[in-house]
């Protein structure tokens, strides 16, 4: 809590409390506290393998991962155009109102990955990435289940 505590406070922050996510089960504000829980215990299994990541950049970057979706433009668009727009208004509304680092703003910016194409470019980046879908498959389990219907 102590490393996201301006995010979650901030004003942006509750107006993703108020942005629907996967399939409108849960909001973009839970998502990103639930992939920042993800990504503190991804990093933490790399660390006790011996890969150092900062839980900081990880758990700063996953928590502000989709803001980009908290702004009208982009979330009125069609999702295969919001794909590609929303990491980038994120990352830049990440510098400029929560002053992230440029590993964080990376981070943000690639979570889509392969959507985008470029990869992140630090282990925290890539941590984020895997959170993000980790999260994202137990969502859409838990509001669709398909492959349960077969
Ligand atoms: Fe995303
Ligand atoms: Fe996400």
Known sequence: MRMGEDIVQSERFDKAWHVPHHHKKGTIAQHCLETAGYALRISR?????????????VVRA??????GMTEDEVFLSPSR????THPREGSRIAREEFGVSDLQAD???RHMWPIGHVPPHSIEGWVVVAADKCCSIHE???AFAPWAKR
């Open 45 to 57: 299994w790399l660390s006790r393998r011996g890969i150092t990541v900062s839980e900081r950049d």
């Open 107 to 109: 981070a943000i910016l």
């Open 62 to 67: 996953s928590l502000l991962h989709d803001i």
């Open 81 to 84: 155009v919001k794909a590609y």
């Open 140 to 142: 859409i389990h838990q």
